[in-house]
């Protein structure tokens, strides 16, 4: 008695074939070569007629050869501000690569509602788009907001810039002040203080600020330089040498 020849199945072999059936590429095939074919690495199925329709998330992360690397009218950012960590890094995607305030404002509107008005991150995006956009008292707004709830030297920054360009240095100068008195030896606030003094031509202050800020970082490069610069111009070359170095300071350390 004859045995039938078995496959690795353990199906006896017939003899026949069903059409399309052999050259059907197998999707668990453990060939190296053939799963690194293709534009995905990892996979070997071929391309059928539903690859051509891609879901629209899909698409808009999809960049095209000269384009964008996101295209961002096509994304759905109420569905982006419902997960912060993603959102955020998104929102300043849109603010500092693709400079578009108004679409990185629709987000940070959205998540801000989305965190029920208690996140600062969001408000003070929404400052920062609103200050690019020109809407200076809107943006005065929302850094005063962050600021009630988080004494933040950044919101600071935000919100002196604001009155700087609306031309009221001497507000800015009351809140570098404050932040300066419950903060002693930030550098910020005094730098920020020195600079609207320079502004404003008052020397006098301006040189007693940024002394004060070397007497914190003796290797603050922006006050040496500054104070450097205004010996030069005062007839009084030989006073730059009397600045502390870095060099000196750990000399004397």
Not at 60 to 70: Q, V
Request: glycine share 8%.
């Amino acid at each position: 008695m004859s045995v039938r020849p078995m496959t690795g199945r353990g199906r006896p072999v017939t003899g026949y074939a069903r059409p399309g059936t052999g050259s059907r590429p197998g999707t668990g095939s453990n060939d190296v070569g053939r799963a690194m074919q293709g534009n995905r690495p990892g996979t070997s199925r071929p391309v059928t007629s539903g690859g051509r329709f891609v879901r629209l998330g899909t698409a808009s992360m999809l960049s095209e050869p000269g384009g964008p690397f996101i295209n961002i009218e096509r994304l759905d950012l109420k569905k982006y501000a419902q997960r912060p960590a993603l959102a955020k890094i998104l929102c300043d995607y849109i603010i500092y690569q693709l400079h578009n305030p108004r679409k990185a404002l629709e987000l940070a509107s959205l998540a801000t509602v989305a965190a029920d008005y208690k996140d600062w991150w969001w408000k003070a995006r929404l400052g920062k788009c609103y200050y690019q956009l020109g809407l200076l008292r809107d943006a005065e707004k929302q850094f005063q907001s962050v600021l009630r709830d988080n004494d933040m030297i950044v919101a600071v920054l935000e919100l002196c810039k604001v009155y700087i360009k609306l031309d009221q240095p001497n507000t800015a100068l009351d809140i570098y002040r404050g932040y300066s008195e419950r903060h002693p030896g930030d550098l910020h606030s005094l730098l920020g203080i020195a600079r609207i003094y320079d502004q404003l031509n008052d020397m006098t202050q301006c040189v007693a600020i940024y002394k004060q800020v070397l007497s914190f970082d003796s290797s603050n490069v922006e006050a040496i330089s500054c104070l450097a610069s205004n010996f030069f111009y005062t007839d009084h070359p030989g006073e730059p040498g009397r600045i502390p170095s870095p060099e000196a300071s750990r000399i004397t350390d």
